[in-house]
Protein backbone atom coordinates (compact mmCIF):
# COMPACT_ATOMS: atom_id res chain seq x y z
CA UNK A 1 0.00 0.00 0.00
CA UNK A 2 1.43 3.23 -1.19
CA UNK A 3 0.71 6.72 0.70
CA UNK A 4 1.59 10.16 -0.09
CA UNK A 5 1.41 12.81 2.64
CA UNK A 6 2.25 15.91 1.65
CA UNK A 7 2.49 19.75 4.03
CA UNK A 8 3.66 23.08 3.23
CA UNK A 9 2.81 26.63 4.03
CA UNK A 10 -1.30 27.33 3.33
CA UNK A 11 -1.11 31.01 3.15
CA UNK A 12 0.92 33.33 1.17
CA UNK A 13 1.59 37.10 0.50
CA UNK A 14 2.25 37.65 -3.21
CA UNK A 15 5.59 37.28 -4.78
CA UNK A 16 6.53 34.98 -1.96
CA UNK A 17 7.42 31.29 -2.99
CA UNK A 18 5.23 28.13 -2.82
CA UNK A 19 6.89 25.27 -1.14
CA UNK A 20 5.27 22.29 -0.78
CA UNK A 21 6.69 18.41 0.15
CA UNK A 22 5.53 15.21 -0.35
CA UNK A 23 6.08 12.01 1.68
CA UNK A 24 6.02 8.60 -0.09
CA UNK A 25 5.40 5.40 2.08
CA UNK A 26 5.39 2.47 0.40
CA UNK A 27 4.97 -1.18 2.14
CA UNK A 28 5.99 -2.96 0.01
CA UNK A 29 9.63 -2.27 0.06
CA UNK A 30 11.96 0.18 0.17
CA UNK A 31 13.74 2.52 -2.47
CA UNK A 32 10.33 3.34 -3.37
CA UNK A 33 11.19 6.10 -5.83
CA UNK A 34 12.84 4.33 -7.89
CA UNK A 35 11.01 3.22 -11.41
CA UNK A 36 8.13 6.18 -10.80
CA UNK A 37 7.85 9.73 -12.10
CA UNK A 38 6.50 11.41 -9.47
CA UNK A 39 4.09 14.70 -10.48
CA UNK A 40 2.65 18.12 -8.82
CA UNK A 41 -0.63 18.75 -9.97
CA UNK A 42 -3.06 21.90 -8.54
CA UNK A 43 -7.23 22.88 -8.78
CA UNK A 44 -7.79 26.01 -8.36
CA UNK A 45 -10.98 26.50 -6.52
CA UNK A 46 -14.01 25.29 -8.18
CA UNK A 47 -11.90 24.58 -11.11
CA UNK A 48 -10.33 21.66 -13.61
CA UNK A 49 -7.24 20.44 -12.68
CA UNK A 50 -3.80 21.69 -13.79
CA UNK A 51 -0.57 19.58 -14.28
CA UNK A 52 2.43 21.14 -12.79
CA UNK A 53 5.23 18.75 -13.75
CA UNK A 54 7.07 15.56 -12.76
CA UNK A 55 10.37 14.22 -11.79
CA UNK A 56 11.65 10.47 -11.87
CA UNK A 57 14.17 9.17 -9.50
CA UNK A 58 17.17 10.04 -11.05
CA UNK A 59 15.64 13.81 -11.12
CA UNK A 60 14.90 14.32 -15.09
CA UNK A 61 12.12 16.51 -14.89
CA UNK A 62 8.87 18.10 -16.76
CA UNK A 63 7.40 21.32 -16.54
CA UNK A 64 4.00 22.54 -17.73
CA UNK A 65 4.80 25.41 -20.40
CA UNK A 66 3.20 28.37 -18.68
CA UNK A 67 4.47 27.55 -15.80
CA UNK A 68 8.11 26.58 -16.51
CA UNK A 69 9.88 29.94 -15.46
CA UNK A 70 8.89 29.43 -11.94
CA UNK A 71 8.76 25.86 -10.77
CA UNK A 72 10.99 23.48 -9.51
CA UNK A 73 10.39 20.13 -8.48
CA UNK A 74 13.27 18.28 -6.43
CA UNK A 75 13.54 14.72 -5.14
CA UNK A 76 15.36 13.35 -1.44
CA UNK A 77 15.88 9.87 -2.46
CA UNK A 78 17.07 9.89 1.37
CA UNK A 79 13.56 10.67 2.72
CA UNK A 80 11.78 9.33 0.24
CA UNK A 81 10.45 12.52 -0.35
CA UNK A 82 9.73 15.13 -3.54
CA UNK A 83 9.45 19.03 -3.12
CA UNK A 84 7.66 21.88 -5.27
CA UNK A 85 8.73 25.74 -5.15
CA UNK A 86 7.24 28.23 -7.29
CA UNK A 87 8.16 31.49 -7.37
CA UNK A 88 7.02 34.77 -7.32
CA UNK A 89 3.11 33.46 -6.68
CA UNK A 90 0.09 35.75 -7.40
CA UNK A 91 -3.53 35.14 -5.82
CA UNK A 92 -4.05 33.39 -9.53
CA UNK A 93 -1.91 30.76 -7.66
CA UNK A 94 -4.26 30.16 -5.15
CA UNK A 95 -5.28 26.30 -5.22
CA UNK A 96 -5.57 23.04 -4.01
CA UNK A 97 -2.00 21.30 -4.94
CA UNK A 98 -1.68 17.31 -5.32
CA UNK A 99 1.10 15.46 -5.49
CA UNK A 100 1.05 11.99 -7.11
CA UNK A 101 2.92 8.83 -7.86
CA UNK A 102 2.67 8.35 -11.69
CA UNK A 103 2.20 4.57 -13.10
CA UNK A 104 3.55 5.02 -16.53
CA UNK A 105 1.32 7.97 -18.03
CA UNK A 106 -1.43 8.01 -15.11
CA UNK A 107 -1.42 9.07 -11.27
CA UNK A 108 -2.32 6.17 -9.76
CA UNK A 109 -1.38 7.37 -5.72
CA UNK A 110 -2.57 10.97 -4.93
CA UNK A 111 -1.99 13.08 -1.66
CA UNK A 112 -4.57 14.48 0.34
CA UNK A 113 -3.78 17.77 -0.96
CA UNK A 114 -3.00 21.25 0.48
CA UNK A 115 -5.00 24.43 -0.02
CA UNK A 116 -2.74 27.27 -0.51
CA UNK A 117 -4.21 30.95 -0.73
CA UNK A 118 -2.21 33.57 -1.77
CA UNK A 119 -3.81 36.72 -1.01
CA UNK A 120 -2.22 40.38 1.02
CA UNK B 1 -0.78 23.93 -23.56
CA UNK B 2 -4.78 24.45 -23.78
CA UNK B 3 -7.14 21.88 -21.82
CA UNK B 4 -8.68 19.09 -23.66
CA UNK B 5 -12.42 19.82 -24.40
CA UNK B 6 -14.64 18.16 -22.41
CA UNK B 7 -18.50 18.47 -21.92
CA UNK B 8 -19.41 20.55 -18.48
CA UNK B 9 -21.93 17.95 -17.67
CA UNK B 10 -23.89 14.46 -18.48
CA UNK B 11 -26.62 13.31 -16.85
CA UNK B 12 -28.05 9.51 -16.86
CA UNK B 13 -30.51 7.65 -14.77
CA UNK B 14 -29.52 5.16 -12.92
CA UNK B 15 -28.72 1.82 -14.43
CA UNK B 16 -28.19 4.05 -18.07
CA UNK B 17 -24.86 4.14 -19.89
CA UNK B 18 -23.33 7.51 -20.53
CA UNK B 19 -20.37 8.23 -22.09
CA UNK B 20 -18.00 11.32 -22.01
CA UNK B 21 -15.88 12.49 -24.67
CA UNK B 22 -12.13 14.41 -24.46
CA UNK B 23 -11.27 16.16 -27.53
CA UNK B 24 -7.76 16.86 -27.95
CA UNK B 25 -5.28 17.17 -30.98
CA UNK B 26 -3.23 15.57 -32.84
CA UNK B 27 0.07 16.25 -30.86
CA UNK B 28 -1.86 14.81 -27.87
CA UNK B 29 -4.79 12.40 -27.62
CA UNK B 30 -4.60 11.69 -31.29
CA UNK B 31 -0.88 11.10 -31.27
CA UNK B 32 -0.65 8.73 -27.96
CA UNK B 33 -2.66 5.97 -26.49
CA UNK B 34 -1.77 7.59 -22.99
CA UNK B 35 -5.09 8.86 -21.74
CA UNK B 36 -6.49 8.10 -18.34
CA UNK B 37 -9.42 9.04 -16.97
CA UNK B 38 -10.21 10.55 -13.22
CA UNK B 39 -13.14 10.70 -11.02
CA UNK B 40 -13.72 13.03 -7.96
CA UNK B 41 -15.84 13.31 -5.45
CA UNK B 42 -16.07 17.34 -4.01
CA UNK B 43 -13.20 17.73 -1.57
CA UNK B 44 -11.39 14.49 -2.24
CA UNK B 45 -8.29 13.30 -4.43
CA UNK B 46 -8.82 12.33 -8.19
CA UNK B 47 -9.24 8.68 -8.66
CA UNK B 48 -7.64 6.95 -11.58
CA UNK B 49 -10.26 5.21 -13.35
CA UNK B 50 -8.46 4.45 -16.31
CA UNK B 51 -4.90 4.31 -18.02
CA UNK B 52 -3.85 4.26 -21.37
CA UNK B 53 -7.27 4.24 -23.20
CA UNK B 54 -8.60 1.67 -21.85
CA UNK B 55 -6.94 -0.18 -18.95
CA UNK B 56 -8.39 -0.39 -15.63
CA UNK B 57 -6.53 -0.50 -12.53
CA UNK B 58 -7.44 -2.97 -9.92
CA UNK B 59 -10.23 -2.54 -7.70
CA UNK B 60 -12.48 -0.20 -10.54
CA UNK B 61 -15.36 -1.70 -11.74
CA UNK B 62 -15.54 -3.06 -15.11
CA UNK B 63 -19.10 -0.85 -15.72
CA UNK B 64 -15.92 1.64 -16.47
CA UNK B 65 -14.57 1.39 -20.30
CA UNK B 66 -12.58 3.81 -22.38
CA UNK B 67 -11.36 4.18 -26.16
CA UNK B 68 -10.00 6.39 -28.33
CA UNK B 69 -11.10 7.58 -32.15
CA UNK B 70 -8.39 10.14 -33.90
CA UNK B 71 -8.17 12.80 -31.66
CA UNK B 72 -10.95 11.71 -29.38
CA UNK B 73 -10.90 10.19 -26.54
CA UNK B 74 -14.45 8.26 -24.17
CA UNK B 75 -15.09 7.67 -21.50
CA UNK B 76 -18.48 4.97 -20.77
CA UNK B 77 -19.97 4.45 -17.69
CA UNK B 78 -22.49 1.47 -18.23
CA UNK B 79 -25.18 0.65 -15.25
CA UNK B 80 -24.71 3.92 -13.83
CA UNK B 81 -25.57 4.23 -10.14
CA UNK B 82 -25.64 7.10 -7.51
CA UNK B 83 -22.04 6.64 -6.47
CA UNK B 84 -20.66 7.59 -9.96
CA UNK B 85 -21.99 11.22 -9.49
CA UNK B 86 -18.43 13.14 -9.26
CA UNK B 87 -16.21 15.23 -11.50
CA UNK B 88 -14.50 13.14 -13.99
CA UNK B 89 -11.55 14.65 -15.87
CA UNK B 90 -9.05 12.98 -18.83
CA UNK B 91 -6.12 13.46 -19.65
CA UNK B 92 -3.03 12.98 -22.06
CA UNK B 93 0.49 13.03 -22.86
CA UNK B 94 1.64 15.26 -25.27
CA UNK B 95 4.51 16.00 -27.64
CA UNK B 96 6.01 18.25 -25.52
CA UNK B 97 6.50 15.37 -22.82
CA UNK B 98 4.04 17.36 -20.35
CA UNK B 99 0.29 16.55 -19.87
CA UNK B 100 -2.86 17.97 -20.51
CA UNK B 101 -5.85 17.67 -18.40
CA UNK B 102 -9.51 18.25 -19.58
CA UNK B 103 -12.09 20.94 -18.62
CA UNK B 104 -14.02 18.39 -16.28
CA UNK B 105 -17.48 16.92 -16.52
CA UNK B 106 -20.07 16.81 -13.79
CA UNK B 107 -21.52 13.38 -14.08
CA UNK B 108 -25.40 13.86 -12.48
CA UNK B 109 -27.33 10.73 -11.80
CA UNK B 110 -30.76 11.68 -11.98
Known amino acids: QVQLQQWGAGLLKPSETLSLTCAIYDESYAGSLSGYYWSWIRQPPGKGLEWIGEINHSGSTNYNPSLKSRVTISLDTSKNQFSLKLSSVTAADTAVYYC??????????WGQGTLVIVSS | QSALTQPASVSGSPGQSITISCTGT?????????VSWYQQHPGKAPKLMIYDVSNRPSGVSNRFSGSNSGNTASLTISGLQAEDEADYYCSSYTRSSTYVFGTGTKVTVL
Open chain 2, 26 to 34: SSDVGGYNY
Open chain 1, 100 to 109: ARDLGSASDY
